[in-house]
């Protein structure tokens, strides 16, 4: 890690993670939802409106 980045490997793997779960996830009509304390391991959420529920 180079001495003026802010983010360490693992911060920018789960970035680059996140963001590709939110881009698949859009493409197929679904959202994504981010908790703010991980406390069982579960970052994310994928949910469904409408007839999908």
Not at 6 to 20: G, V
Request: proline fraction near 0%.
């Amino acid at each position: 890690m180079n001495q003026d980045q802010i983010l360490t490997t693992a911060d920018r793997e789960e970035a680059l993670s996140r963001a590709y779960l939110q881009a698949v996830a859009a493409s197929a009509g679904y959202v994504v939802a981010s908790d703010d304390f991980d406390r069982d391991g579960i970052d994310c959420t994928i949910r469904a409106g409408g007839q999908m529920r």
